[in-house]
């Protein structure tokens, strides 16, 4: 079964404009990690964020913000203002310890292709 | 800043080749992973390797894949007879600790193409 879902394939925006990447999980554990990670055209997979199960406290840093919604099973990205550099692939994962990720295994979500034109 | 060092970058081998593709972790870290991308698909977990051991592997790691840490630095991924469907980016990927919770530093992937 898909752990990480997120619906939203591909996403085109113009510049300075608001942008949210959706990601739902699946999990049996009460105590989880949630990642976002960037795959620019360059390829490499760059770390955004880590949230755990226990904090629900959304996060910004910088254009970047997460909102972390336990009874939606949803872990959201936005970036405000956006920029032609945020032009990526974004990736929602989960590390579910106490099934087949004691050691902080991944499952990644299908990743969201954001185009950013000027 | 430290990272992840793959080698080759882009590889192209014919269909029954073995390939061996290579990893430096960051030094201090002692966990690995293979992680493995087709074209245009998610991220998939292939293998993750500590104490000079495989913990835990998917479905997808089946017999034609092997990993090994030869010298106490390289971290290398073997495909014994490449299919066509190998055909993948390869992410090499470590963690200092064990929490589940610690962030995996990636390298920049080594792209397999089998013909």
């Known amino acids: 079964a898909q752990k990480v879902t997120q619906a939203q394939t591909e996403i085109s925006v113009v510049e300075k404009e608001d942008v949210t990447l959706d990601c739902v999980y699946e999990?049996?554990?009460?105590?989880?990690?949630l990642f976002w990670y960037k795959q620019p055209p360059s390829g490499e997979l760059v770390f955004l964020i880590r949230?755990?199960?226990?904090?629900?406290q959304n996060e910004i840093s910088g254009r970047y913000s997460w909102n972390f919604q336990k009874s939606t099973s949803s872990f959201n990205f936005t970036i405000t203002a956006s920029q032609v550099v945020d032009s990526a692939v974004y990736f929602c994962a989960l590390s579910e310890p106490n099934y087949g990720g004691s050691q902080g295994n991944l499952i990644f979500g299908k990743g969201t292709k954001l185009s950013v034109k000027p | 800043e430290p990272e992840v060092t793959q080698t080759p970058s882009h590889q192209v081998t014919q269909m029954g080749q073995e390939v061996i593709l290579r990893c430096v972790p960051i030094?201090?870290?002692?966990?690995f992973y293979w992680y493995r991308q087709i074209l245009g698909q998610k991220v998939e977990f292939l293998v993750s390797?500590?104490?000079?051991?495989?913990?835990?592997k998917s479905e997808i790691f089946d017999d034609q894949f092997s990993v090994e840490r030869p010298d106490g630095s390289n971290f290398t991924l073997k495909i014994r007879s490449t299919k066509l469907e190998d055909s993948a980016m390869y992410f090499c990927a470590s963690k200092a600790g064990r929490t589940p919770s610690g962030e995996l530093f990636f390298g920049e992937g080594s792209r397999l193409t089998v013909l």
């Open positions: 949230r755990n199960s226990f904090d629900e």
């Open positions: 999990t049996r554990d009460t105590t989880y990690y």
């Open positions: 390797f500590y104490n000079n051991e495989i913990s835990e």
């Open positions: 030094s201090n870290h002692l966990y």
